[in-house]
């Protein structure tokens, strides 16, 4: 399984991005997916999540400005993110719950990353 994550990039605050995340290889099905993002020398934390019936969650620093979203036929996670801010700049990542064969056992997928960039 691959998560390839992308439109990251340079925003002005204030500005929109974004953010796609699309799952492929041995997939059986998707539970919970999501997105964290780690910022340089801090921690990695949870920026959104978006379960298999829709139930979203949000970091508090993000509610009110970014939208969390799938498309099950494509196996895809998108972060839709307005009034951008400096303190999101970060790498974001794309993070997903699959079962891969139908055994009913899920495991978490991680992708690479994408930068956001917030800066005028």
């Known amino acids: 399984v691959q998560l390839q994550a992308s439109g990251g990039g340079l925003v002005q605050p204030g500005g929109s991005l974004r953010l796609s995340c699309a799952a492929s290889g041995a997939i059986f099905s998707i539970n919970a997916m999501g997105w964290y993002r780690q910022a340089p020398g801090k921690r990695r934390e949870l920026v959104a999540t978006?379960?298999?019936?829709?139930?979203?969650y949000y970091a508090d620093s993000v509610k009110g400005r970014f939208i969390i979203s799938r498309d099950n036929a494509k196996n895809t996670v998108y972060l839709q993110m307005k009034s951008l801010k400096p303190e999101d700049t970060a790498v974001y990542f794309c993070?997903?719950?699959?079962?891969?064969?139908?055994?009913?056992?899920?495991?978490?997928?991680w992708g690479k990353g994408t930068q956001v960039t917030v800066s005028s």
């Open positions: 978006i379960n298999g019936g829709g139930g979203t």
């Open positions: 993070n997903a719950a699959i079962d891969q064969y139908g055994s009913g056992s899920y495991r978490d997928f």
